[in-house]
């Protein structure tokens, strides 16, 4: 049920990368631009999906248990560690360069847009190696 879950999520979110305008690389890199063609479109999205996601917490920690899963994880303090700031850091710096996070770029990929073709398999890379260094099995 796992997998169907995500698959169901997966496709959800795709499509709203797409009716929102998101999977446009451009969108991006002109909201991190605000002294040349600035478009605050992303500033919405975010706060949109902020919104949603609170009601959707609010709504699910009431629940006794997820119900994919035995129960609830939330983080702990001893979770936190370079990695959470050099991950997110990283990304950052991806994200600002190409104008693509990973759902927007797999979204676009089949659209052959420009430069999905170099940044999902530069993004695929880079999560075989992150994996490889973090002693991660697949």
């Known amino acids: 049920m796992g997998l169907a879950v995500n698959a169901v999520a997966g496709l959800l979110f795709g499509l709203g990368l797409i009716i929102s305008g998101m999977a446009n690389p451009a969108k991006v890199l002109n909201f991190l631009d605000p002294l040349g063609i600035f478009d605050p479109s992303l500033a919405f999205v975010m706060a949109g999906a902020v919104a949603v996601t609170f009601v959707g917490y ?11 899963a035995d129960r609830f994880r939330p983080p702990l303090a001893k ?4 990695r959470v700031v050099l991950g997110p850091a990283i990304f950052g710096v991806g994200w600002g360069l190409s104008g693509f996070c990973p759902g927007p770029a797999i979204t676009s990929l089949p659209l052959l847009a ?25």
């Open 114 to 138: 420009k430069g999905t073709l170099v940044f999902v398999p530069a993004m695929l890379a880079g999560m075989a190696l992150s994996r490889l260094f973090n002693g991660v099995a697949q």
């Open 79 to 82: 979770d936190f560690d370079m």
């Open 58 to 68: 609010r709504l699910v920690l009431r629940r006794p248990r997820p119900i994919s």
